[in-house]
């Protein structure tokens, strides 16, 4: 089976990427310069562990085209989060449209 990138819209930037079938949110994010941190969390968060749920992103459109909530990030943000989305924990399975200000 041919795995087909993905693309991941950013709605409040106006851009979009080509990303291959399970990329990790965050990192896309990171290397697009898609900025995920506010405040004193650009200098304190966990680098990608769940723990301090400072990357949150606002799912748009495809919500079914990622990866089902990690049991830490459910923890972390509880079972209504709606489309609310930890990027560190999130991996791309489908076109998606994003705000990175969650």
């Known amino acids: 089976m041919i795995e087909r990138p993905h693309l991941v819209r950013f709605a409040n930037l106006e851009r979009e990427v080509m990303v291959p079938d399970n990329a990790n949110l965050r990192e896309i994010c ?4 898609a ?15 769940a723990r301090c749920g400072t990357c949150r992103i606002r799912v748009l459109e495809g919500a079914e085209n990622l990866s089902v909530p990690s049991p830490p990030e459910r923890e972390r943000m509880g079972e209504s989060a709606g489309d609310i ?15 990175t200000k969650g």
């Open 30 to 33: 990171m290397r697009e310069q």
């Open 35 to 49: 900025q995920l941190y506010f405040g004193l969390a650009q200098l304190r968060n966990c680098r990608g562990g």
């Open 85 to 99: 989305r930890l990027a560190c924990q999130a991996n791309v399975r489908g076109p998606i449209t994003i705000d």
